[in-house]
Every structure is written in C-alpha cells, then in structure tokens.
C-alpha cells in the first residue's frame, strides 16, 4: 500500500548522479542532486547551457537513467521499473511541454491533445481535448495539422495536451525557447493560469531568470551541480 | 480499439501526405504482375479442367500404337463397363486442287462415351450455329467435319472429299468434340469418319502412325477395378490413361510457361522488395520523434508495436487489393493482346490468384517493413529532448533477412521447385553481399580522391563519403533494379537470336512419310519433272527396344519418364553407308565398306545416355514380331537443329533390307511452288506430308506470343524500377533538403548545388550501371547455361548500356526529384527543421 500522494513530495531525487565515459576518462554531467517537490508546487531549474537542466528533467521524468541516485515519483522509485512501466507511470501522472513543441505531424491539433488520453485507453476523448483547446483560444482551429499552424499556436496545443491527462505534474523543457519574447509570454501566462488552475504541481526548465521567477522555488545548475537553492 | 483507430487515423494521414506513396506503388505492381500471371494461368487451367471431363469422352482409355489385344474388351463388357473404341491418325485430305494434313478419327458405334459430340448441318460458317448433341456417329460413307477444314476447302453439305482411296460425303459440321485440343498449339483441321469406312481408304498401311483407343466408361468403383485389371495386363506399347493422366503435354507445357511467367513477376517482387526495404526505411526515420513522444507520453512497447502493426496491415491489405484489381484489369488485357494465340473462350478466372497476391503483398510488406518497425519501438523516449539520440544501430542485415526469408519463401512457392528458388535467391543475396562490399571498397577509394577535381565533384565526392551507407544501399538497390531490366531485355534478345540463327534458310520445310518402297522411282520421277533437286531418300524400319546385352528391359525398368516412352514406343531404325554431315562421332567408330551386311549399330548420344546404352552392347529388338541383335559400335551427337531426316538407329546397309519397311525424305520446296504439294498427294495419296515450314512458323508464333507475355509481364518489371530509382532517390532527401537550405544560407548558387548533386547522383549511378551489367551478364550465363541448354555469348553493350543508363537515367531522376527542394527558400526549409 502506498502513503497518501498528498503527504509526500510528488517528485524526490536522491543523490541523483550521471555520467557519461567518453573514452578513457568519465565526464560528470549531473552530480549529486537532491530534491523533493511537494504537489501544487512550482520549481524552475535554470543555469546556462550544458549545466545539465535538460540531463535532469530527463532523469526526473524517468527518460534516462542515472548512473547513481534515486527518483521516486508519487512514492514510486521510478528506476525500479522497466521501461513500459516508467512508460505506464508517465502516462499516469505527468505531462510534458518541449521547446520544439514535438507534436505528431500526422494529427491535427485535436487529435494531438487526444491522444495521450486514447494511449491512456480513455474511450471518449474527444470532449475533454475540446474542452482544453478552448481553454487555451484554439477552439477554430482543431482541424489544423501542425504545419498550418504558427509556433505560439503550436505550443498552445502542446500545452492542451500536456494537461489533458489531469496530470499531478507537469514537465516543461524551455517551452519559450522557439518563440518570440511576447508570445513567449502569453504561453508561460498561460501555463501558470493551469497549473493555478488545476492545483498541477510545475517543474520548468529554463535560462530565462524572469520566467524563473514566476515559479515558488528555484535550483540553479552550474556544471551539474545544485549552486543556489530558493525555497 | 483506439489503438486501431489511431492507427487508421495515422495511416490515412501519412497517406494524405505521400509519405506512403513509395510504398504503396511498390506493392501494387508487385501484387499487380503476380496476379496479372496468376489470373491468367488461372483461366487457362480452369477451362483445361473444365474440359478435363470431356477431353477423354470417356472415363478410361487404353492406348496403343498397335492393334489392342480383344482381351481388354472382353473384361470390360465382363464388368458391365460401356465400351467403344476409336483409331486416329493424321493424313492428307483433299477436294480439288486443295489437300490439307488433317487429323483422321474413325470410330465404332458409342462414341463418345462421356461428353458431347455437337454437330450442325448449317455450313454457313456462323459463329453462333444451331447445333445439337450427334447422338451417333457419321454414317458409313459420310463425314463429319471441323470448321478449319469446311473453310479451307470451302466445303458445303454434301461435298466429296478424298481421303487416301476413299471419296466420302460431307454431312455435318462438327461444333463441339470431345478431345478437342485446346490451348497453345491446334493441330491440323480434323474429320470424324465411321470405323467400317476405313479399310477402303487404304490408309492402314506398314509404318502409318495410328493410335489405337479403347473406351470405356461406368460406374467409377468399377471402372477403377477395370484400371487396376488392365494395368497388370498391359503389353509393350500399350497404356492406360484417366482424365487424371490426360493430356500430360499440354499440361506441362502450361506449367512450364506459368513458371516462366511468374519467375518474371517475381522478378518485379525483388524490385519492390527494394523499393519496399528503402521507403521503410525512410520512414522509420521520420517517424522516431513521433515514436519518441509517444512513449513519453506513456505509450507501452507493445502499444508502438500494435499501433505499426495495425498500420502496416491495414496498408498492405488497401494496397495488395488495389494491385488484385490492377491484376484483374491487366490480365483481361494480356487475353486481349494475345487474342491469336488462345482462340478459345476462356472461363472467368477463380479468386485464388488474388489470395495469393494479398499472400503475396502481405509478406513483402511485413517481411521488409516490420523490422525497421520492430526497432522503431525501442527508440529512447530521451529523444524528446535530445534529437540526436536516434535508434540502436545493427540491424540492419539481420532485419532484412526476415524480409530475405519471406521472399525465399515466395520464390520456392511460386517456382514451385525449392532448388530453382533457393538458387535464384541465393544468387540475390550473393550479388547484393558482392556489390555492397565492392560498393564500400569503391566508396572508400573514391573519398581518397576528393581533393581532387572540380569544385562540384569534391561536394559530389564528400556527400557520397558523408553518406557511405546511404550511398552504397542506394547505388546496391539501384544496381539490382537496373540488372532485372538489361537481364529481361537485352539478354533475352540474345537468347532469342542464337535460337532463331540456328536454323540456315535452305533448312528442308517439307518432310515426306510413309512412302513404300514401289513408289520410289515413280518419286523421282516426279522431282525430276518439278525440277526440284533429288533429297536423299532414307530406309526407315519400325522396331522396339526388347533388351540389352540379353537382358530383358520393361518400361517399368527406369523411372525417367522419357526413358519409359522410349522403350514403351516402336521408332524408327535406318541404314546408311555414309553418315549424315549434321552427325559427329562422339564414342567408337563409324563403318566401312566392308561391314556392309554386319548386325552393328550406331546410336544418337542423347537415347543412349537416357536408356544407359554403351559402346559394346547388344541391342535386341522387336521388328514384325521377329526379334533382331546388334552390337553398338558408335555413339553419335545429331544436331536435331538441322531439320534433316536423323535416325536414332542405324545399321549399315544389308542388315535391315528384308524385314518390312518404309521409306521417309526431307527436301526444300520454295514458297512459290507450293502447289506442288497438291499435285504430289494426288499422285501419292498415302503419303503423310510434314510441312515443316508451318511447324517452324507456329513454333516461332508461340515463342513469340511466350516472349510478348512475358514483355507484358516486364511492364511491371519496369514499373518497379521505377518505384525502386523513387525510393533510393527520395531516401537521402531528407539529408538533402537540410544541407540544401545550409548552403544556400551560406551563399550558395542554386547552380552549385546542382552541379554537386549532379556528380553525386552520377557516381551513384555509374556505380549501379556497373554492378547491373555484371550481374546481367552472370544471370544470362546462368539462364542460357543452365535453365535454356543455349550458349551465352558475351554482350559488350550490356556494359555501355548499364553505365549509361545507369549514370544518365539516375542523374536525371536525382535532380528531378530534388527540383523541389531547391524551389523553397531556405528560411522555409530552416523553419520546417526547426
């Protein structure tokens, strides 16, 4: 029996370590990262580029393994399943938003936001895929395939998807990387309006210091190490 | 549930978007030409087994090519079996100037005992005639007709015609027969007569080529104990025949060009093995970030693996059918186009064919499709923010050879011979092992050179270095399309040549049987009035093989089939002082003088080695009932080529002179002295004339109609091609796209790159021309060598062909295709990568 999600943090890396062997000598990536991020929570991990942010969000989420350390998600010790059990966990609880949106080109925008819910086995998935991209202003635009629309629009269907499970976490990867500054920050409003929304627990990663500062807590990463912590 | 419907969601997507189009073409044509092949042998067969009941007309037979013992009929009546019996035998029949080789059937009272005998008395040559079932036979003195016979003597109700002594009475036309022949080659016109008429003709003669018949028909239960009773009885000569043994020629002929045909479709399988295994491939590739984020999303290996599978089912199944339908269309075509040579209605074909073309597309599609697919849902859900992470390398051989497998598998199954399809897909594996390791080697060689040379072959040379891989599965599935093309053409038309060269102008077109030995001067009487030179006139004596060196030997002795007839059948013996120029000794010697009158024999090479006779042997035969031994003292190889009368056997002169004989010539008959053949029958009306000149010609019609199919069945072939240049083309497109847009960024003319790709796409290209050409040659050894018994003479412009085409056909098509790429600017195409 698992303890109640709510009294224990939703995320929960200890001494989290990767590293990589190129050749003879071994390049530390990440080093000894702790962290627990307790739900409804926000948490922006910053730092310049090759800090190990995106190294991080990858092993949080379960999408790489460590070379040491632990995750647990929901109390769950991720790196004790296999792959289609991280895989069923993910589904489960998390939603992810990426800096090249990563939508499927073969599915409009409705079908986009519908399909975690369809790989989920949801039967009906239609309305509460409508539903979210009318939250987000994209109501006439469901029959649209990806390429019809324009980036901001294309992160807004990101975004519908990553909140169409309900999920208790949200993982975005520099969701404002591939967009103009204002409509960089129509889409970070618009992310933090659900998260309030819907009481999701938020883990962003980012180089942008005020978009950080939106979020409750922040780590700074300076070659894959923790250097600041703000609770 | 929603799995399926995802993926029949992505499918029609991918579909709309032509990311399947590579695909679906290759598949269409492949299912397209094996069930274009497939419906048509199909028709032919059913109206084969259609017949197959009434070919007999009846449910059993004995044959003979002598008189049958009374024996049989007696234990047949004993059973309560139906009986009848027939005698057919081909000779001239003529009205006026006119004679014409017909095929003769006299018959007793019954026939036919199974099927209809339809007759009409309206001469008017309607196509749709009102006609009726016989339910007799031709009355005594009258005769029954075919229509080839009514038109080409313009024959009307009650015309006399003359067959050998006999002048009898047209009085019907014979609409429908049983034992009609059907398919490839009709044989002469044909007349029913009444078995009482056929003393009076005088053509049942010493060395007339008749078979004699015993039908019999009943209950099946009994007429099986009958066969069973007749089997153990059967003499030398004689043998029974069901509709299950009926018409083995035609049959095996049918068989052996429906091999032929679908070893030609397949040929447009392997191609769009090809083109199935690079557009795959491409696919795959495109498909790795959407793979990606589903199984961040939560998608299970297993889901992936449902969702392709689905896909690809679904994909293949749409596509197979539209290649059945392509099949059906394709098919009535072929009938169409080879009207002349299929001059019977042919029944509508069975949906069998397009099971085996949905077989077919189903097998190809997962063969080559799956294992690209198998490791699409292994891609690290990590590339959703690392796209440089991309699938586990190393499967590339070992994922083809399901693929390899499944299409090892058609091939034995379509060949219908495991060792002919092992062999042929032995030699692909060998040829693409060969010419993708030369590929490398050359590869790798060809980078030493970039720095040298213009500024357009150093990219040229550093894309194809950059691209290794890529590069030599381009020029490898290029090469072996380009080999399938000059392989059917070129090499087919030299094969073609050899054969039809074989044969000189002059050759003799006109044989001349059964003359008996008095009518030897008055026929040389008769050329010297035609001015035609004197042919040399051979002795001919009918004997069968009874042993050797003492040993009696049966039929049942061999198990080769040709063996079997060998000894089963009378054939002729001859005798000669000199020997043939078109023969050559191959073991022991040929006579002297001196051996005139000694019991010894010569023996052509390819008898000897099928029945096992060697120099040494004493030969015992058969002649007349009185048995006659002989010692081989040669064996000779006869170039049956030639058209001259050959003998299997001969003896020196004096031996075979006192037992009964015939005599048999060939000569040369110009085209414009035709007529002289019908003056010729009037004087000799026992004469069986061969013309071998329609032989020649309907033999050249039929290779040419086999040659026509199969260049029917090459459209596909080319097709194919086509699909497999599309695929290797668009697989580097990608690649193309992106450094298109790179170097336009930096400056580049559109000229330049052009120029690059030109000399890239052009040493792709040579490179496939050269592999084409040596694996064209090999393959055309092999056919001639092995599977035609001719011999391959070495093509040059096989080479000049395939280099060319290769070099040019490639270039073209490379930067056509890539003609889009260079349209866009380059800020769509950043924007689209990004």
Request: overall charge negative.
């Given at each position: 029996m698992r303890e109640d999600p709510k009294l224990i943090p939703i995320v929960k890396a200890t001494a989290l370590t990767k590293q990589v062997s190129t050749g003879s000598d071994h390049l530390v990536i990440l080093h000894d990262i702790n962290l627990s991020v307790i739900e409804g929570e926000s948490l922006a991990v910053i730092g310049s580029s090759g800090s190990g942010k995106s190294t991080l969000l990858g092993l949080l989420a379960g999408l790489d393994s460590p070379s040491s350390g632990s995750v647990h998600l929901a109390g769950e010790d991720i790196f004790s399943l296999d792959e289609d059990g991280r895989a069923a966990l993910r589904g489960r609880l998390l939603g992810f938003v990426f800096q090249s949106f990563q939508?499927?080109?073969?599915?409009?925008a409705l079908e986009n936001v519908m399909l975690p819910l369809e790989l989920a086995g949801v039967r009906d998935a239609q309305p509460a895929a409508m539903d979210l991209l009318n939250r987000v202003g994209l109501g006439m635009r469901l029959g649209h395939y990806p390429k019809q629309l324009s980036g901001g629009e294309q992160q807004r269907v990101a975004i519908a998807r990553a909140f169409v499970t309900q999920p208790h976490l949200v993982m975005a990867d520099e969701p404002t990387g591939n967009l103009d500054s204002v409509t960089g920050a129509q889409i970070i409003d618009l992310m933090f309006e659900l998260n309030q929304e819907r009481g999701t627990t938020l883990i962003l990663v980012t180089h942008d210091e005020s978009i950080s500062s939106r979020c409750k807590r922040r780590i700074r990463l300076e070659a894959g190490r923790s250097v600041v912590g703000h609770d | 549930m929603n799995i399926l419907k995802l993926s029949f969601r992505m499918l029609k997507r991918d579909w709309r978007a032509g990311e399947l189009r590579v695909l679906i073409f290759a598949l269409v044509v492949a299912v397209g030409g094996m069930t274009t092949v497939g419906f048509f042998s199909d028709r032919v067969q059913l109206a084969l087994s259609r017949q197959g009941n009434q070919l007999l007309g009846a449910d059993l037979i004995i044959l003979s090519d002598r008189t049958l013992p009374i024996h049989y009929q007696d234990e047949a009546k004993r059973l309560g079996l139906s009986v009848s019996s027939s005698l057919k035998f081909p000779s001239m029949a003529s009205r006026g100037d006119i004679s014409l080789l017909s095929e003769i059937k006299a018959v007793t009272p019954g026939y036919p005992l199974r099927g209809e005998l339809r007759i009409t008395e309206d001469f008017g040559g309607a196509s749709e005639p009102v006609d009726r079932v016989a339910g007799s036979i031709p009355e005594r003195g009258t005769v029954w007709v075919d229509d080839k016979l009514m038109a080409r003597l313009s024959l009307k109700r009650g015309d006399e015609i003359e067959i050998g002594d006999s002048r009898l009475k047209v009085a019907a036309r014979i609409t429908q027969e049983p034992d009609h022949s059907i398919g490839f080659i009709n044989l002469g016109p044909r007349i029913l007569i009444h078995a009482d008429d056929l003393p009076a003709t005088g053509l049942i003669q010493q060395g007339s080529r008749i078979v004699y018949r015993l039908l019999v028909a009943g209950d099946a239960g009994v007429v099986e104990t009958f066969r069973e009773w007749s089997q153990s009885h059967l003499m030398m000569g004689e043998r029974v025949e069901g509709i299950r043994d009926a018409r083995p020629e035609i049959k095996a002929a049918l068989d052996r060009a429906e091999k032929f045909l679908s070893l030609a479709a397949l040929a447009s399988v392997v191609l769009a093995a090809a083109a199935i295994a690079l557009a795959v491939r491409r696919f795959s590739h495109r498909h790795l970030d959407g793979c990606a984020v589903m199984r961040c999303l939560g998608a299970s290996q297993s889901t992936l693996l449902r969702l392709y599978l689905y896909h690809f089912t679904l994909l293949g199944l749409i596509a197979s059918l539209i290649g059945c339908g392509l099949g059906l269309v394709a098919q009535e075509a072929l009938v169409y186009w080879l009207s002349v040579l299929v001059d019977e209605e042919l029944p509508w074909p069975s949906m069998v064919p397009a099971v085996h073309g949905l077989l077919t597309g189903m097998i190809l599609l997962l063969g080559f499709a799956l294992p690209p697919l198998l490791n699409l849902r292994s891609v690290p859900a990590l590339r959703v923010l690392r796209r440089d992470i991309g699938l586990a390398s190393g499967h590339g051989l070992t994922g083809y050879s399901i693929g390899l497998a499944a299409l090892t598998v058609l091939f034995v199954w379509k060949a219908g011979d495991i060792r002919l399809g092992l062999s042929v897909m032995g030699g692909f594996v060998v040829a693409i092992l060969l010419f993708g390791l030369i590929g490398f080697l050359l590869v790798r060689a060809l980078s030493g050179m970039s720095g040298q040379g213009g500024g357009a072959w150093r990219y040229g040379l550093a894309s194809i270095r950059r691209r290794a891989t890529g590069s030599v599965v381009q020029s490898v599935a290029l090469g072996l399309g380009l080999m399938a093309l000059l392989a059917l053409t070129l090499i087919r038309d030299d094969l073609l040549q050899n054969w039809k060269t074989s044969l000189p102008p002059d050759a003799p077109n006109r044989f001349l049987v059964n003359i008996q030995k008095d009518q030897l001067q008055p026929l040389e009487a008769f050329f010297k009035e035609n001015a035609i030179s004197q042919p040399l006139v051979f002795p001919m004596v009918r004997g069968r093989l009874t042993a050797i060196n003492g040993k009696n030997i049966v039929s049942g002795d061999f198990t080769d089939t040709r063996a079997k007839r060998l000894i089963e059948r009378e054939f002729n013996l001859s005798w000669a002082s000199e020997m043939s120029p078109d023969n050559l000794i191959v073991k022991g010697h040929w006579w002297g003088r001196g051996d005139t009158g000694k019991a010894v024999l010569s023996v052509e090479e390819g008898i000897a080695k099928t029945v096992g006779i060697k120099v040494g042997d004493a030969l015992t035969y058969d002649v007349a009932g009185s048995p006659f031994t002989a010692h081989v003292t040669s064996i000779r190889r006869v170039d049956w080529d030639s058209f001259r009368v050959n003998f299997f056997v001969v003896t020196p002169?004096?031996?075979?002179?006192?037992?009964?004989s015939s005599y048999i010539t060939s000569f040369h008959l110009p085209p414009k002295q035709s007529d002289l053949m019908n003056h010729l029958i009037r004087a000799f009306p026992n004469f069986l004339v061969i013309d071998v000149a329609s032989i020649i010609d309907q033999v050249q019609k039929v290779m040419d109609q086999v040659s026509r199919a199969v260049e029917f069945v090459f459209l596909f072939t080319l097709l194919a091609g086509f699909a497999v240049l599309y695929a290797a083309i668009a697989s580097t497109q990608d690649e193309r796209i992106h450094e298109a847009a790179i170097f336009r960024t930096l400056g580049a003319q559109r000229s330049q790159l052009v120029r690059s790709w030109a000399a890239e796409f052009a040493i792709i290209g040579g490179l496939a021309g050269v592999f084409a050409a040596a694996g064209a040659s090999a393959l055309g050894y092999a056919i001639g060598e092995y599977a035609l018994n001719l011999s391959y003479s070495f093509n040059p412009w096989i080479w000049v062909t395939g280099l060319t085409t290769g070099v040019v056909g490639v270039t073209v098509a490379g930067l056509m295709g890539t003609r889009s790429v260079l349209s866009q600017t380059p800020l769509t195409i950043l924007r689209k990568i990004a």
């Open positions: 939508l499927l080109p073969a599915l409009t | 002169p004096g031996v075979l002179d006192n037992y009964p």
